[in-house]
C-alpha cells in the first residue's frame, strides 16, 4: 500500500514551516496565519499590525494531473498560493522605506521558498516540485508577496464498485 497524505495535511505542514521561521529583519514580528474566519486581503486592510499575517490556499483545481497510482491511492498534481501580507507604514521598516520593505519581502519570501521546497520538511507521500516567487503587488496601504507552490503527491482514493 503506498504512503499516502491529503492536501489538507500538506496545507497544515506549510503552516507550521513558515510560523517556525525566525525572520532576518523586524525579527519580532514573526510569522502568523490570518484568522480562520477573516479573509487576508480584508483583514490586512483593516488590522494596522498585520505585519507578515498569511495565508495558504490551493491555487487551482488539482491541475487536472490526477493519475491512478494503484488500486488505493493517486498522484496528484495540485498548486498552492502562500501569500504573505506587509502594510505600508512610514518609518516602519527602516530609512529607505520602501526599498527596505521591498528588500524585507524579498528576504521573507527567499526564506519561506527554502523551508518549503527542502526535502527534508515534506511529508511521506509528497515532492514539492517548485516554489515560484512572484512579483510582489505593490498598491493600496498594504502591499501582498505571493509565493506559488506546485506539489505532487499520493492520496487515497476509493473506487467505487
Known sequence: MATTVTLDQIRDQIVTLIRALSPTTIAHRRFDLVPDDQVLREFAAKAGESLRVFEVLAASDANGATTAFSHDARQTIQDLAIQIAYPRAAGAYGRNDLRDLERIMRED????????????????????????????????????QTLTVTVEFTEAQILAT
Open 109 to 144: 519570501a527567499a526564506q519561506i521558498r527554502a523551508a518549503v521546497f527542502s526535502p527534508a520538511n515534506a511529508l511521506d507521500g509528497q515532492i514539492t516540485r517548485s516554489v515560484v516567487i512572484r512579483t510582489p503587488i505593490r498598491s493600496g496601504p498594504v502591499w501582498f
